[in-house]
T-cell receptor, first 113, second 115 residues
């Protein structure tokens, strides 16, 4: 099956620093990747859709200057949380689409102190 | 308002029994529906996709049905095992007013299979 990796799996940082999360499709090329965040006991919340070679499309209420997305190749998308604050602490999950199915990475637990 | 609902209560069943999970939706023009499994602290894992013109799909011990008249999908796990314990998410792909395809996620149903 399609495999998506995500790195790092866990990160703890100080308030005000920036954190970069990488998402890679390992055995397929993905024109479209997605970034989600998930709070405990809640559904997946789509943050943005990342398209290779073009600007990401952000969902309403998601600050594009705070959550920078780059999709420079067909196998790699990155999410940078800039000037992170404690309220940004969450579980961030990426997915890559192959045909009609999204395949998810294992997620990144971000804790901002 | 448009929404997708899954059993909010956790489901506890005995090993060997069939688990049945429900996903209901309203006011969507569906394209297809997917079921995923999510373990604590992990990303969702794709299980099955069923299209709006399909009634049933099977994969090993899993079976999904899709009734667009009832606006409901049922997800069955037969001969359940403790290893099947997880949260199961349904996701509905639909076309919005601008004919763009969107995906909406349910909150998930927690399944516990007791040995």
């Amino acid at each position: 099956g399609a495999v998506v990796s995500q790195h790092p799996s866990r990160v703890i940082c100080k308030s005000g620093t920036s954190v970069k999360i990488e998402c890679r499709s390992l055995d397929f090329q993905a024109t479209t990747m997605f970034w989600y965040r998930q709070f405990p006991k809640q559904s997946l919340m789509l943050m943005a859709t990342s398209n290779e070679g073009s600007k990401a499309t952000y969902e309403q209420g998601v600050e594009k200057d705070k959550f920078l997305i780059n999709h420079a190749s067909l196998t790699l998308s990155t999410l940078t949380v800039t000037s992170a604050h404690p309220e940004d602490s969450s579980f961030y999950i990426c997915s890559a689409r192959q045909l009609d199915t999204q395949y998810f990475g294992p997620g990144t637990r971000l804790t901002v102190l | 308002s448009q929404k997708i609902e899954q059993n909010s209560e956790a489901l506890n069943i005995q090993e060997g029994k069939t688990a049945t999970l429900t996903c209901n939706y309203t006011n969507y023009s569906p394209a297809y529906l997917q079921w995923y499994r999510q373990d604590p602290g992990r990303g969702p894992v794709f299980l099955l996709l069923i299209r709006e013109n399909e009634k049933e799909k099977r994969k090993e011990r899993l079976k999904v049905t899709f009734d667009t008249t009832l606006k409901q999908s049922l997800f069955h796990i037969t001969a359940s095992q403790p290893a099947d314990s997880a949260t199961y998410l349904c996701a509905l792909a639909y076309y919005n007013a601008g004919n763009n395809r969107k995906l909406i996620w349910g909150l998930g149903t927690s399944l516990a299979v007791n040995p």
